[in-house]
């Protein structure tokens, strides 16, 4: 923790010199020697050992002209609280890390402490219409994806294809044909040596060339096209207002602010359902869900027009977020009678830790470009998720796809918000608000959450939180995400995100044979109840990986261990609604169909979606892409 905030590359000089100050570090190397047992600097305690470290470390950084900070304002850092219980605190996050209780995003796993030091996931990019700035673009991808990190682009502004282009009287290329140009920039970037790069393409509704965007992806077999992709659609209200009212809809050129057609909003909208049903792309942002809880909307003087490559997190241009997910299943406990209940106390615990992570990452993230470094510390963004949903509701006993099953999903997101809002306020107390908070809605008592706005389903205090906010500001502009937790749930050995399980059983093959992947705590479910043998797993492997409908398995084990096949495409939209109610920012779900669902089950999904407040939707039809990262048995 300490290098990382402490050390900076940047500001490296070229010629090897630097300007800094080391007397006041002499003057305490020197004077070391009287500080025997404890040094303490305001409310911050050390022992001489970690004095000593700190100083020399600051020396040594200083003396490479590696310094991000002079001694005053570390020694001020130190005052203000920076470090309070760092030692303690270090071995609680080690202990919380290494105990699968939470983990942040792979870029922090893997570039933490490292030369990079970019700890961030999420990224999104502007892109105006210019060679300059398409290019910028390019180059800002490219610098964003080695150290690991994801881009959004909205390429709405864009002109069309065939549009008029001044500088040598020909016509435009088009916003596809550069996100082909983006596409293989991340081709040849692999994020930090470890994975390929990840965007996110979106193009409003209301551009000229949006057909041919609906299109992008069509001779997608799997991972040809536009492979570092996923494409949406920014929708906006006035074009469900032309679908709902039978109207037609303009399409209007960015270049010139003109109308070039008009559109019948229902073909264009049966065609985005039908390729979405197809190709599983495009999906489909909802920007004016995402703005209307927008408190940060005034401060920085528009809505928000981009998310994230997943779509979990909404972020204005040049803005980033670090994340971290909390392990719900960790907080299952068992009374004396063996009956399982939530800890909520240690959950509200670990947020407001997890929180404070975030919070100080920002502060040591080294970001790829000054531009980030600048418009993220604006609102100081942070994303507290969770993971571990579905193995947390099967040691409940609890189906996911039940009326109590979504009221914990919205009890665990709202102590989530919560209790990172609580976080923010005390550490707005000593280390102040967000930059931008003056000019936020959260002035007026607003919170950019869904939740609040319904005192009938609280749980938790909002009023006093609200009153304490208004008083004392958040450092934070916005607080929870869900990511899909794709590489560190599989770390944190616990199910993904927000999702149901993909597969109780499922063969896996590796060099020395086929073994049977059981998930941990239905193996454990199998085997109190004296049901596991080498036959049951093949019998679930075989059929899907789900237990519905086989006759060895209890009829309450079926309702509980659910599958994301078994649970209805309407479930699956109903938990990610009550998800988002307490998010301040969104969630990455998948709207699993079955393989018969048809286009209008697509459509219906939208507008249900859209109905219940979600913030996005990404549907897939079971078996609409030949290539799939997992695959079981029965599909074969
Ligand atoms: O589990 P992990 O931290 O690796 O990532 P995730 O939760 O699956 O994805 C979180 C975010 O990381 C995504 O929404 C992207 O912004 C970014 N990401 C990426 O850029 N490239 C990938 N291959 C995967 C994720």
């Not at 305490?28 to 004095?51: A, M, Q, T, V």
């Not at 009678?337 to 800890?343: A, I, L, M, S, T």
């Not at 086929?514 to 043998?533: M, N, T």
Request: aromatic residues 12%; glycine residues 8%.
């Amino acid at each position: 923790v300490i290098p990382d905030l402490l050390y900076d590359e940047r500001v490296y000089d070229k010629n090897g010199k630097h300007e800094q100050d080391l007397s006041r570090v002499k003057y305490y190397l020197e004077h070391f020697e009287e500080f025997d047992g404890r040094y303490s600097i305001g409310r911050f305690k050390l022992n001489k050992y970690h004095f000593e470290r700190l100083v020399n470390l600051y020396r040594e950084l200083a003396e490479k002209g590696r310094m991000k900070v002079s001694i005053d304002e570390f020694l001020g850092m130190l005052e203000n609280g920076a470090f309070d219980d760092y030692e303690s605190e270090v071995e609680e996050y080690f202990r919380l890390m290494t105990g699968q209780v939470f983990m942040p995003n792979t870029p922090a796993l893997i570039n933490s402490g490292r030369p990079l030091g970019m700890l961030s996931a999420c990224f999104v990019v502007p892109i105006e219409d210019d060679m300059e700035s398409i290019m910028k673009a390019a180059h800002d991808v490219a610098m964003i994806q080695k150290s690991g990190g994801g881009t959004g682009l909205n390429f709405s502004k864009l002109r069309p294809e065939g549009d008029f282009v001044g500088s040598t009287a020909g016509a435009a290329s088009g916003p596809v044909s550069f996100m082909h140009l983006i596409d293989a920039v991340s081709d040849v970037i692999k994020q930090g040596g470890v994975r390929r790069g990840a965007n996110m393409g979106i193009l409003e509704v209301w551009h000229p060339d949006i057909e041919k965007f609906i299109h992008a992806k069509e001779k997608n077999i799997g991972t040809n096209v536009l492979s570092n992709f996923n494409i949406s659609v920014g929708i906006w209200e006035d074009f469900w207002e032309a679908l709902r009212d039978g109207k037609r809809y303009p399409l209007v050129n960015p270049r010139t602010g003109e109308k070039v057609k008009e559109i019948d909003p229902k073909s264009l909208f049966e065609e985005l359902a039908f390729m979405a049903w197809s190709k599983a792309d495009p999906g489909v942002i909802f920007f004016d869900v995402i703005n209307r809880r927008n408190v940060l909307e005034p401060a920085k003087g528009g809505p928000i027009r981009a998310t994230n490559p997943c779509g979990e997190e909404p972020l204005y241009e040049y803005e980033s977020c670090n994340l971290a997910s909390i392990n719900l299943a960790k907080f299952v406990k068992y009374d004396d009678e063996g009956k399982p209940y939530f800890d909520w106390d240690e959950y509200a615990y670990v947020i407001q830790k997890v929180a404070k992570y975030l919070d100080n990452a920002i502060d040591v993230n080294r970001f790829p470009l000054p531009e980030i470094d600048y418009n993220t510390k604006l609102t100081r963004r942070i994303g507290v998720g969770m993971m571990g949903l579905a193995d947390a509701l099967f040691k409940l006993g609890i189906p996911y796809n039940s009326e109590e099953g979504f009221a914990f999903m919205r009890k665990a997101t709202e102590y989530l918000t919560f209790y990172a809002y609580k976080y923010s306020v005390e550490a707005a107390k000593k280390r102040g608000t967000f930059p931008l908070y003056e000019k936020s809605r959260y002035k007026d008592g607003e919170l950019p959450v869904e939740g609040f706005y319904h005192r009938e389903i609280w749980n938790l205090p909002w009023d006093e939180l609200v009153e304490e906010i208004k008083k004392h500001g958040v450092r934070n502009g916005m607080v929870t995400t869900c990511p899909p937790t794709g590489s560190v749930s599989m770390i944190a050995d616990t199910s993904s995100g927000i999702e149901p399980i993909f597969a109780l059983v499922y063969k896996k093959s590796v060099t020395v044979g086929e073994f049977y992947y059981v998930d941990p705590v239905f193996e454990a479910e199998l085997k109190k109840r004296g049901l596991w043998s080498d036959e049951i797993l093949k019998k679930i492997s075989d059929n899907y990986g789900s237990v519905q409908g086989l006759e060895e398995i209890p009829e309450d084990m079926q309702r509980v261990f659910v599958t994301s096949m078994d649970v209805h495409w309407l479930d699956h939209i109903l938990a990610q609604a009550n998800i988002q109610l307490w998010l301040t920012d969104s969630a990455s779900k998948t709207i699993n169909m079955p393989n018969d669902a048809t286009v209008e089950d697509v459509k219906a999904a939208y507008l249900l979606a859209y109905k219940l407040g979600c913030k996005g939707i990404t549907v897939y039809r079971d078996g609409s892409l030949s290539v799939q990262v997992y695959s079981v048995e029965g599909e074969k």
